[in-house]
């Protein structure tokens, strides 16, 4: 337990020595088109989720899904 933190943090810091800024810097529509799609595909299937899986109604599981895809 004493070392979670800092193997927490390391890992962290690692993968965010992987991102690409020059693939940010030369398309930056692109990336931040595929990122919106990718929050969208995911605000849809929890928002389908929570109204047929759980009951919930549609606007009720419409904030969910846009409350939750961004995690």
């Known amino acids: ?3 979670r933190g800092l193997l927490l943090g390391l890992f962290f810091i690692t993968v965010g020595f992987t ?3 020059a693939l ?3 398309q930056p529509l692109r990336v931040a088109s595929v990122v919106g799609g990718l ?6 299937v ?4 929570c109204r047929f899986g759980f009951g919930i ?3 009720q599981g419409l904030q969910a ?3 939750l895809a961004q995690v």
């Not at 929050?39 to 849809?44: I, R, S, T, V």
């Not at 929890?46 to 989720?49: D, M, R």
Request: charged share 10%.
């Open 57 to 59: 109604t549609f606007s």
């Open 24 to 26: 940010l810097v030369a």
């Open 46 to 49: 929890i928002t389908v989720l």
């Open 65 to 67: 899904g846009l409350l």
């Open 1 to 3: 337990m004493p070392f």
């Open 19 to 21: 991102i690409d800024t």
């Open 39 to 44: 929050l969208a595909l995911k605000a849809l």
